[in-house]
């Protein structure tokens, strides 16, 4: 057996350092190396405006890694200033894993998506989570104003080039096939809640799910 958690592997060859990666791909180019910016500009601005979802990055104090989906109406980012954001948090299954991440470890990865794009929006920096401030107001959706929110100070900004949505094709709806695995309802009841009934968890994640977001 490998280390805790992993199984051992025949017949791989490991890359062990940053000089071995760079010899196996080489050096990114000046425009790649360079393009990390530190302030919003005014197309992040507008970016963050236009987008619904992002994805957030975090670790505990460990090291041990944890990646959520975030998303709300376009624009659900609060822009306070060029180097600070706001995120609010919204009702959830309330295990809170990146909000406790972040109490013992600030450093946060988020990636902005357009639906139809394949460029993203990469903004890295270091969050604290907030109770109350005075635009919390201006978070408001469908009546919920969000009890907890993070404050994000930015660190660094650059936009990701749209290969792997190509490779993908993420965005198009050719590919697309959801029900070619089984539905939510039956996945939460074959690994998740084996006690409930099928017919409970189909009524709960039915049509009237989309209802219930901001409750």
Known sequence: ??????????GVVEVASEAELRELIGEPSSHAANKTRHRLHDLDRRWLARSPFCVMATADAQGRCDVSPKGDPAGFT?????????IPDRPGNKRLDGMVNILGNPQVG???????RGDTLRINGRARLLRDAPFFDELTVKGNR????LL???EEVFYHCSK??????LWNPETWQPDALPSR????KGVEAQDRALEELEQHYGPGYAEKLYG
Do not use: K, W
Not at 1 to 10: D, I, N, P, S
Not at 185 to 188: E, G, L, P, Q
């Open 164 to 169: 792997a949505f190509l490779r993908s094709e």
């Open 110 to 116: 988020l990636n902005y998506f357009l639906p139809g």
């Open 1 to 10: 057996m490998g280390t805790a958690g992993t199984t051992e592997v025949t």
């Open 152 to 154: 994000v100070a930015v």
């Open 146 to 149: 969000p009890r907890l929110a």
């Open 78 to 86: 609060h822009v306070l200033d060029d180097t600070t954001l706001v």
């Open 185 to 188: 309802a039956r996945i939460v």
